[in-house]
Every structure is written in C-alpha cells, then in structure tokens.
C-alpha cells in the first residue's frame, strides 16, 4: 500500500512501520508522505483505535537522510511541504499514537517520536538530538513536544549539546513512557498497544484535544471547554457501558463508541 511503510492491521491496532533499515529508516521524501498517507489512514478507519509507528531493522528512524542535502535545497521549503505536514497529521489524530522506539530516533527522527502520545522503547533504544552537530535546530515539532515533556531547561541542554539519551535515562527523564525489555519488545508493545485499545477511545480523544488546549486557553475558557469535553463523553456508549458494569459489578467492555 505505501512505498517505504509498511501497514498491518492487528486487532483494532495499525501497526505503521518504517521501512528503509539499511539507512536506518532515515527520512526521504517518500517516508515522509507515507508516514503521512498511512497515519491518514489509521485515522479514518472506524476499526482503529490505536496507532503504532516503528522501525524496521535496528533503528527506528535516523532522521533526514543526509544524503539527499546540499547547500542548494532550502531546508525551510523541506519542513513546510513534507515534515510539518507529517506532523500535524499525526497531532490532529484523535486516536491514541504509540511510538514503539525500537533502536536510535536521531533528529527528525526522535521529532516523530516526540510527536506521538506515548513512547515505549526498547531497552536497546536511544534518543539523539543529532541535529547541532550538523549546525541545525531541532525541527519537525521537536522544541514544541520536548519542553512539554521534559521542561525548558533539560529541553535546551538536549538541543544543545546533542548527546546520546540511553533509554534507561530517557525513562528518568519523562522522555519515554514505559522500557521494555528488547527479546520482547513487539510483545510488550502489543499488549500495551491492546490495552490502550479496550479502553474508551472517544474519551481518550477528547482527553488529548483538551490537554493540548490547556497550553493556550485561559481558565474560563478551559473550564467551558470541559463542560462541551464532558457533554460529548456523557454520551458515548462506553460512558453507559462503565457505569452500567461498575454498578452491576462486572467489568466494562468499551467498544469505542
Ligand atoms: C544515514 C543516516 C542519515 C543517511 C545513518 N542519512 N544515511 C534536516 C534537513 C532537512 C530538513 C528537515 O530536517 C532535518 C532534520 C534532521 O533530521 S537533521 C539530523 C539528521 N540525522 C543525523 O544527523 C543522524 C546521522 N546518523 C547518525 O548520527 C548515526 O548514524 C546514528 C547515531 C543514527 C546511528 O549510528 P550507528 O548505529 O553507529 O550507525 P551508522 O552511523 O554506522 O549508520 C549505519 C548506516 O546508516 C551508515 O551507512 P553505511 O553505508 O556506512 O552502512 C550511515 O551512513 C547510514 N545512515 N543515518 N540520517
């Protein structure tokens, strides 16, 4: 279905995998709109309720591919057309997004990690903020997601002095959600992946809307915004599903609707 990602459905979750292993799934511009077409994709299908986005190989991606940069190519003109595009797909999907770091995310790699909800990484796994040592900025969201998850100042010493992020200390950091350990990697991102998708998916939805409003609202516009929020969970099916089980002492079955 796309050139250079593969896309599995497992279940109620797409699994969105990189697929140029012999460069480390680094970014040419064919990843970037696949990466972009299949979270489209996932997002749209009512059968969907969690996202995974992984690498093949040992890396989970390596970020652009240096190799296709010169002088001549306007870096702007790369991030506006191909990189911001992919990203704002993935900030707009209201499904739950797991990034299953399987190896290093460097650069506009470790951007696209950034960018999903959740981080579960291998133990194998490492972050690198590659971009200072090719004298550029971290782009593609990567100075938006990483002060709202690891505060300013560990935000700037990470841009600036780009050094290699172990997972252990990606953990302590808030960087990442959850280690797994690396001879059971896919399985234990699956089972998180599963569990994410038994849960009320609308809800988590409009939990990811508001959280990401809080950042610039006032708090009488917040407060409204939790009323029109719980307006619209109060009457999903999973709403009546959860209290109808607690109150009949069983456990619920949310089908996301
Ligand atoms: C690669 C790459 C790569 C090409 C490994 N490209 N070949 C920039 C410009 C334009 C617009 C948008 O935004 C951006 C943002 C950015 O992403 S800038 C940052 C770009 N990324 C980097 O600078 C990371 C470069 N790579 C590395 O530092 C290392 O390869 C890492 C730390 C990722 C992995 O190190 P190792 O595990 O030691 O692997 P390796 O270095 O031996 O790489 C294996 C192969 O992959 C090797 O090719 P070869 O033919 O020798 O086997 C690398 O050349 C190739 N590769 N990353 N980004």
Redesign the pocket.
């Known amino acids: 279905m796309f050139e250079t990602v593969t896309y599995e459905v497992r279940g109620n979750t797409a699994w969105l995998t990189l697929n140029r292993p012999?460069?480390?799934n680094?970014?040419n511009a064919q990843l970037n709109k696949d990466v972009q077409k299949a979270v489209k994709e996932a997002s749209k299908d009512p059968n969907i309720r969690v996202i995974v986005l992984t690498g093949a190989g040992r890396?989970f991606c390596?970020?652009?591919?240096?190799?296709g940069?010169d002088e001549q190519?306007d870096?702007g003109d790369?991030?506006r057309t191909l990189?911001n595009p992919m990203v704002l797909e993935i900030e707009k999907c209201e499904k739950p997004t797991i990034a299953a770091v399987n190896g290093?995310a460097?650069?506009?790699?470790m951007s696209l990690a950034l960018a999903c909800d959740f981080r579960i990484a291998s133990e194998k796994a490492s972050f690198?903020q590659?971009?200072i040592?090719?004298g550029?900025i971290p782009?593609?969201g990567n100075l938006y997601f990483l002060p709202r998850l690891v505060g300013h100042a560990k935000a700037l010493e990470l841009a600036v002095l780009g050094e290699k992020i172990p997972a252990e200390e990606a953990l302590r950091l808030g960087l990442v959600t959850r280690l797994a350990s690396a001879d059971h990697f896919l399985e234990e991102t699956a089972a998180f992946a599963e569990r994410l998708a038994s849960m009320p998916t609308k809800a988590i939805g409009l939990i990811k809307r508001n959280l990401k409003a809080s950042w610039h609202e006032n708090l009488e516009e917040f407060l409204e915004r939790d009323a029109q929020g719980q307006r619209i969970a109060g009457q999903t099916e999973d709403h009546r599903e959860g209290v109808e089980a607690f109150l009949s002492k069983r456990k619920p079955v949310f089908r996301g609707e």
């Open positions: 012999e460069k480390l680094a970014f890396a390596s970020g652009q591919d240096l190799e940069v190519t870096l790369v991030l990189y290093v460097a650069g506009a790699g690198l590659a971009f040592h090719v550029l782009d593609a």
